[in-house]
Structures are given as C-alpha cells and as structure tokens.
C-alpha cells in the first residue's frame, strides 16, 4: 500500500502541465474554441502524434506506453484544469476504454494500435436524445445474413471529429452488441450539436440500416463488457472534472489576491476566504476519489480487483466529481462578481464545462442511485422508473 | 500509487487479527463495542495495560520505548483489525497519539525514558492542557503561569491557571500544560510545554456536564502545582511550536480506527432505514449513497495523508481532513434522526440514557467544534494551503 505518485508520475504531470501551459493558456482556448471542431488541430496533433497522449494506456504489444489508469488520471487532470477540448478524451478516455474490455480480436487489435500511434479519433455512443445514461436507441437486426444497425445516438462526445464510432446496439432478444462503425459510412447521418459548453461539440447521430465495420462484442457478454468499459470512462471523465475544478478554484483563489476592495485583497475577508476553503475541502476529496478510482481500474485490468469493486468506485467517483465541479465552478463566478458573469472572462466556461460533464456518462443523482442498488439498499427494479 | 498490501503484511493482519480476537472473546469480551466516553472505565484502563504487555499499544514507536517499529502499512492495518474487533475506544488515546509522539520528537533522552515505556505500557494516561477559558479558537491567549522556583528537591516550576474542556482529566495520571513563563509576553512567544502530575495537592478537576448528559470533559485548575525543571519539552519560552507539533500528530493513523467505528454507525442506520421502510423514499436513499460515498472518499483521503507522512511534508489533505469527516459526522447524526423520526426523541432510559444513535447526534455536534472549529479551520486551509492573507488581530 502506496498511496502517493511516484517520480515518473509526478514527471509526466509536470511535462504535460508545461505542454499546455505553453499550448493550451486561455487565449489559445479562446481560438479554439472559433475552430470547426472547437479545437486547435495542430494541439491536437502534438499531443496524440509527439507527447503519444492517446497511447499511454494502450499495451506496449499495441504501440502504446504499457501505464495505467494512474497515469492516464494525471492526464486528464491536467487537461481539465485549461479546459482542453481536443478528441482525447474521446477516443483514450472513452472508446479506449470500452476497447479494452472487448474480447480480443484482429479489429480491437488494429483500432487499439491506431488510437496509440495518435491518427485516429473515436467517438462513444452512450445516449440516445434523452441524454441519460443507459438509454440505447440503436437497434442491431440481421438482415440476409449481415447485421444492420438502426436508430440514432445523442450527446457523442468528439462525434463530430470522428473516424469511427464505437455503437451499443439493442438486438431483437434484448441483449446488446458492441459495433465499430468507420465514417463515414452509408445511412449515418452525423449532425453538429452546438451545446452550452464551448470548449468541445457533441454530435448526433442518425443510422439508418448501418452495416458495421466490425463486432467488437456480441452475445450474452457484451453487455457486461460495455457496462466496465463505460465504468472505465467514467473515471477518466472524472479525473477530468477534477482538473476543472482544480482549475477554477486556481483561478478563483488568484483574482481575491489581487482584487481590492475596502482597502485590502478581497481575499483577506473572511467570506470570501471560507468559501474558498470549502471549495478546497471538496478538490480534496475529489483527489482522493479519483486516484483510488484509478487504482482500482488498473487492479481490475491486472486481475487483482473484482468487478463489484469497479462498479462502485465508478459510480463515487463520477458522482462527487459531477457535485463538485458543479459548485466550485458556481462560486468561482460568484466569487469573481461582476467579472464572472462576463462573456470574455474564463469562469463561465468551467461553469458551462461542469454541467456538461456532470450530465455525461451519468448526472450524481444516477450514480448514487446506482450506488444504492451496489450497496443493497434496494434491488434495481425499485429504483429504475 | 497502489493499494493493495503485501502478503507479508497480509499476515501481519493475520496476527493482529488473531491477537484481538483471543482477548476480546477472552478476558476482555465485556468491553466489546463500548463507545460511550466513560463506560466502564476501569476495565479500559485495565484493556490498556494488556495492549501495552503484549506490545499492540504503540506498534509505530521504537522498539526500545515498548513499540515495533511498525511501517506506516502495518499501523494501517492493526487500526482497522482493532475497530472490526469492535475493540473499545481507547481510553489511553491522548498519550499514545500526542503526548508520547510530541516527547519523541521534541523530547530529550531523559524525558523519552521517564515517559514513553509508562505511556506503552497503558501504566500511565495522559491528559491535555491546551485551552481555557480565554484560550480557545485564540488557542495562544494562554494565560495559565509558570516560573521557576529552586529548593531543596532540587528547581521545580510553579504554576497558576485553569485549563477547560479537559477530556478524561479525571482518569488522568499526567498532562500537558502549555503555559506562560514569559512574564509580560503575548501570544505564542513566551510559552512553554511542560509535562504535569496530575495526582497532587495543587491540582483539582471538576467535571462539565455535557449537551449529552455526560460529563467526560472538565475544567482543571493549577493552584501552585508543580512539576519537576527537567519536564519541560523543547526550550522554555519555546513551546508554541512543541504544541503545534502536537495537533499535527493529531491527523494519524488512528483516523483509520474512527472511519470503521463511522462505517459501524452508517451500517446501523442503514438497518434501521430498511426496517422502517424510509430507504424506499429516494430522497433519504440519495443521502445515505452520498453518505457511503464520503466514508469512502474519507479512507483514501487518509491513506494519501499518510502515505505523504512518510515524505514528512503536510498537504492540503491534511488540512482538509478534519473539516471533512467532522461535516461528514455531523450530517450522519442528522441522517440518523431524520430515518428514526420521532421515536429517536424519546431517552431510552432515565434519567437521560441515549440510544446509541441519538447520542451520535447529539455528540457529533461536538465534532465540528473540538480540534479546532469549522470556522478556525477554514481560516487555516485559506491561510496555508491557499496562501490567501492572515486574519487581522484586534489586540496586537
């Protein structure tokens, strides 16, 4: 038991922290942000093709560095704290993870090895229009032999800038496959979705009697592997909410040193400096959260964990992080007064950026429901509506 | 960063496991589960002593103080196979976890011999002398004396003062007294640490009565008692940085102890909420995951501070710590009420006796108070971990 980062850990946080500093500060944010897809290409290209960002978690055998979800946690930290929109979350925190689970195959080989060397983009569909979670409305039916793929996808994070999608598809006895579907693709009819949140897009996605690329998982398994795959990205989704809370606070807690008001920093008064703390108090225990999460998954994929433990660690983690980004990103505003409620200043695009995330993969209330069924306190059929 | 243990100290579990189970379904197996502040005293001072002969006291001391040189991981685990025994709250917990760490590091040779075998062997227990009655969330308002006088005896200090909010005094051997001994000086200069007999003329206790009904606290007053020159830790005039050294102490592996003792009140509450059917309501249901969640996020948060002891550098988990699970405790006694409803108005037996879970209520309105409040804590996380300014004094 060793519950503090290693040298080489620290190491790659500090590198990334000075990549993006240089990369990703908040006027770069800004361009992106007018960029088709809402992010810098060139960022995009340095940290997928040259940092190998992407293939950090990816088995050495496939092309990618071999660490875990350890490592991984510290990039996506980082990226969260300047609000970074680029499709890795996307493609190693989300597709990768689903990937990883799916029973091996020339194809899981092929896009797995593709993700590390950095030259392609993946996109999860997770949701239908309703955007909650583990609603599928995308119906797997064969058709003279070859499987065909109708319905659509909602809230696709990165769907728009993708090579391929990774699709959870409902088959006519109710269990689920897993399909890779490379775009573009005759019958899927990908549509922008301008959200709130400025800093990434969301597609939607229309399949109208897709063919798919490949199967990734089908039978009475897939479904158990979809489920830890998207438990998997749920921690890495968290991890990156922690960096935007962190981020916020970060900034939050510059502003009150230099703002001046009644003759000293506003940050020497007490009710700015309290809620202050209290922002740090729930950063805090988001860290603890997320790297336990994080140990977890990396024990679950080294076969010393259980899957009972993933699942609850997933539901924490997503549900204290979707809390707290929400409201230190609410008193970052707050704290800022005039300035905060600004289109020019930062804080409204963590604020934007925290209800987003806290509605992808699962909203707290979801996840704490689904916590209440992992720890019996009710049985699934009494809390689903 | 890892979890898991060894299996080396797997079998550490084992022995420890193996250790509490024979004595508290043994000799001890009257004492399991006790948690009220004074239940049953004389057989936990009794529990003390066997812990201290069989060497489980201290197991992070040296060796040569009556310890086992344990590694942070094997202090670890004895804390969480000591509350899953449901062993008693350990009555010794002032000396074991501040005094006793406080004179090994700040100590001479000759306080370390003279006081930390009695502290292993649960032959002596400790008390602590911090506040008074001007001296709380201004902790370094000490007004509590002491000077030098030399006579036959050889040089002995002399002190004048009160003490409050003193826990177990009555059960007490020695404390610790933060005093001044500067004359005229003002806040943390001037003060000195020294270590006080508690069994002697100028020295009387009378208890306080709590919003419980208990009365574990008391107040001390220092009426020319004395204590040998020698039995001043660290440099006379010196000890508000001996005394600070002591509340770090504080944020230590017995936290580990107090999360089960926690895990052991939410499971009960959790019990109650399916016997009377108030888990069905979604809205209690969300508050006991969120409840579970937090205990959870508690555990790691420690093991993160504990693991960067080792490195010697506090973090900001450190300074969090305490505001946190203190909120958290607070919110599990509301929780608690709010599933038993009315009947866990109602005292269980007079003239006050308290179900153990209305007591949880009652007493963790304590908790975000003692150790330092909410309010001086969020002052200290703003301070030191944000690096926003200092609080204004009014008087200097």
Known sequence: MQFAFTEEQDLIRDTARKFLAANAGSSQLRAAMTQSHAYDPDVWRAIAQELGWCGIGIPESMGGAGMGMVEQAILFEETGRCLLGTPLLATAGFAAAVLHETPESTERTELLAAIACGNRCLALVATDDSGIAERYAVNAVTLGGSLRLSGHGAFVLSGDAADSLIVPAVTADGDLVIAQVDLPAAGAVMRSQKALDLTRQYARIEFNDVVPSALLADGPQARRVWVRGVQVAQVALAAEQLGGAIGALELTTTYVKERHQFGRPIGSFQAIKHRLADMLVECEAGKSAVYYAACVVDEWRSGTGTEYELAQAAALVKSHCSDMFQNVAGNAIQLHGGIGFTWEYAAQLYFKRARASGNLLGTAQYHRERLAELIGLVTAAETTP | ?396
């Open chain 2, 1 to 396: 960063m890892k979890l898991r243990f060894t299996a080396r100290e797997e079998a550490f579990r084992a022995d420890c496991a193996r250790w509490l189970s024979e004595q508290l379904q043994g000799p001890f197996a009257d004492i399991v589960g006790v948690v009220s502040q004074l239940g049953m005293a004389e057989r936990r001072l009794e529990w003390e002593r066997a812990l201290g002969r069989a060497r489980w006291s201290v197991i992070g001391w040296p060796e040569r103080y009556g310890g086992r040189d344990a590694t942070i991981a094997e202090q670890v685990i004895f804390a969480e196979e000591y509350a899953r025994a449901r062993a008693p709250g350990r009555i010794a917990h002032l000396g074991t976890e501040l005094a006793g760490p406080t004179i090994l590091h700040f100590g001479n040779d000759l306080q370390r011999d003279r006081f930390l075998p009695p502290i292993a062997a649960g032959e002596e227990i400790w008390c602590q002398g911090y506040s008074e009655p001007g001296a709380g969330s201004d902790l370094s308002n000490v007004r509590t004396r002491a000077w030098l006088v030399h006579s036959a005896q050889g040089a002995e200090w002399v002190i004048d003062g009160q003490k409050i909010w003193t826990s177990f005094a009555q059960l007490c051997d020695w404390c610790f007294v933060v005093c001044r001994t500067e004359e005229g000086s003002k806040g943390p200069k001037g003060l000195s640490y020294l270590l006080v007999p508690m069994h002697q003329k100028g020295v009387t206790v009378r208890p306080i009565r709590q919003l419980t009904g208990e009365a574990e606290f008391n107040e001390v007053f220092f009426d020319g008692a004395r204590t040998r020159a020698e039995y001043c830790v660290g440099v006379p005039g010196d000890g508000w940085k001996v005394a600070m050294g002591t509340l770090s102490f504080e944020r230590g592996v017995s936290t580990l102890a107090q999360q089960m003792t926690f895990r052991n009140e939410l499971e009960r509450i959790i019990d109650v909420a399916r016997q009377n059917g108030a888990v069905k309501d979604p809205l209690i249901r969300q508050r006991l995951s969120q409840a579970w969640i937090g205990l959870r996020i508690m555990r790691y948060s420690a093991l993160r501070m504990l693991s960067r002891a080792t490195t010697g550098t506090l973090g900001p988990e450190a300074l969090t710590y305490k505001i946190y699970w203190a909120v958290w405790h607070k919110k599990l006694g509301e929780l608690a009420m709010d599933i038993i409803g009315a009947p866990g108005e109602l005292v269980i037996e007079p003239p006050y006796g308290l179900a153990d879970l209305t007591h949880l209520y009652l007493f963790s309105r304590a908790d975000t108070i003692y150790g330092g409040s909410n309010q001086i804590q969020r002052n200290i996380i703003a301070e030191r971990a944000l690096g926003l300014p200092k609080e204004p004094r009014g008087d200097r």
